[in-house]
């Protein structure tokens, strides 16, 4: 998470505000296969393997969406998905990625449970830990299988206060989550 936020900060200083672009409606995210619609007064900042948007910045709430390969190696789990698993399974590759960083610290499952997503198989996880600061974040991940490709969508929040205030949003923004070529 440090190294996410010292990348952004970096990327900030040197471009100015130009990787960071306001939200608001139906957005198309070709490179994921992915269309949804954005919160109004959000920033988004697209990279080649994923975007993320955030309404006060990173550290305060995040909305994730990326398509992962089924072959392509997690950045903190040894973990691999394999075609056809089923989407409990996918969850565990997922939880266990988020659990395995260096910034997450009593990691904790609440919920990891089926959900569809877009009228596909998938779950819903729900998450705490605590970050290197020590503070209390709480996340939920929804992710689904298509073909060989494995899609996640992500929220996470200071537990205090931003995430019971922007759950609903990132709820919505699953609900509008479909496919471009399904």
């Known amino acids: 998470m440090k190294k996410l936020l010292l990348l952004i900060a970096i ?3 040197f471009n100015g505000c130009a ?10 995210a070709s490179e994921a296969n992915v269309v949804l ?8 900042l697209n990279t080649v393997d994923y975007f993320i948007i955030t309404r006060d910045g990173m550290g305060l709430q995040n909305i994730l969406v990326e398509c992962i390969g089924v072959n392509d190696a997690l950045t903190h789990t040894k973990k691999k998905f394999r075609k056809g698993m089923l989407p409990l399974e996918a969850a565990e590759v997922i939880l266990d990625n988020v659990a395995s960083s260096d910034d997450v610290h009593g990691f904790e499952i609440k919920e990891n449970k089926p959900a569809k997503i877009d009228g596909k198989q998938g779950f819903r996880a729900v998450y ?4 290197s600061d020590g503070l209390k974040t709480k996340g939920v991940v929804y992710g689904f299988n298509h073909g ?14 931003y995430f019971d205030r922007d759950l609903k949003t990132f ?12």
Not at 37 to 44: I, K, N, S, T
Not at 148 to 161: E, G, H, K
Not at 171 to 182: F, G, M, P
């Open 148 to 161: 060989d490709q494995f899609y996640v969508l992500q929220y996470s929040a200071p537990q205090r206060y």
């Open 37 to 44: 619609d954005l919160p109004d007064g959000w920033m988004r």
């Open 19 to 28: 990787p960071w672009i306001r939200t608001g409606g139906p957005y198309t």
């Open 171 to 182: 709820e919505r923004v699953v609900q509008t989550a479909h496919l471009l070529n399904s």
């Open 128 to 131: 705490t830990y605590k970050n």
């Open 11 to 13: 990327t900030f200083l």
